[in-house]
């Protein structure tokens, strides 16, 4: 099915570790995001990608690292993890031109830092 | 001052009543807004978008939108438990190409 597929599913790090997480899209949309999630925080934007080429800084992207490596795909890097990164992982994509018509969500990373 | 705020919740709401969920924003200049679900355990899912002031249907949803008061609902009506979630309100600046800023979501429980 057609949609935005995140890998992996479930990651635990040891503190210092580095890791990628992994997302693409099928929708031929233009913008991809990365949020995470964490309890009482709601979900907040780390890095996004308007279109194939161009990355920008979201609302908390110390820490993390981003790739747009073609349209389809966008990958995010912890290179140091830390136990303040625990969180709930979402990338998200969307049309990115005209009229917004929302996201489309990943099933999500859950990542626990030790 | 939160750019959108909702109430956390627990809501709940006996089964076959009306929902009513609501969000408001702080950036008067906001065109786009929208209501997503998300079960436990799971990502969150776009059920109403709105753009223009005023009542958006769509089966069992409205989504009501007063700009001149910077505020957004969602009505559920005829509430079955597998509407119990958390609703999301998120809000964009344009129509356009630009990034969503959600609220922390409000816990519905719908009693059977």
């Known amino acids: 099915n057609a949609g935005v597929t995140q890998t992996p599913k479930f990651q635990v790090l040891k503190t210092g570790q580095s890791m990628t997480l992994q997302c693409a899209q099928d929708m031929n949309h233009n913008s991809m995001y990365w949020y995470r999630q964490d309890p009482g925080m709601g979900l907040r934007l780390i890095y996004y990608?308007?279109?194939?080429?161009?990355?920008d800084k979201g609302e908390v992207p110390n820490g993390y690292n981003v790739s747009r490596l073609n349209k389809r795909e966008f990958s995010l890097r912890l290179e140091s993890a830390a136990p303040s990164q625990t969180s709930v992982y979402f990338c998200?994509?969307?049309?990115?031109?005209?009229?917004?018509?929302?996201?489309?969500f990943g099933s999500g990373t859950r990542l626990t830092v030790v | 001052q939160k750019e959108v705020e909702q109430n956390s919740g627990p809501l709940s709401v006996p089964e076959g009543a009306i929902a009513s969920l609501n969000c408001t924003y702080s950036d008067r200049v906001s065109q786009s807004f929208f209501w997503y679900r998300q079960y436990s355990g799971k990502s969150p899912e776009l059920i109403m978008s709105i753009y223009s002031n005023g009542d958006k249907e769509d089966g069992r949803f409205t989504a009501q939108l007063n700009k001149a008061s910077q505020y957004v609902s969602l009505l559920i009506r005829d509430s079955q438990p597998s509407d119990s979630a958390t609703y999301l309100c998120a809000v964009a600046r344009s129509f356009g190409n630009e990034k969503l800023t959600f609220g922390t979501g409000t816990r519905l429980t719908i009693i059977p």
């Open positions: 998200a994509s969307s049309e990115g031109a005209g009229v917004n018509y929302g996201y489309t």
């Open positions: 990608s308007a279109s194939e080429g161009t990355t």
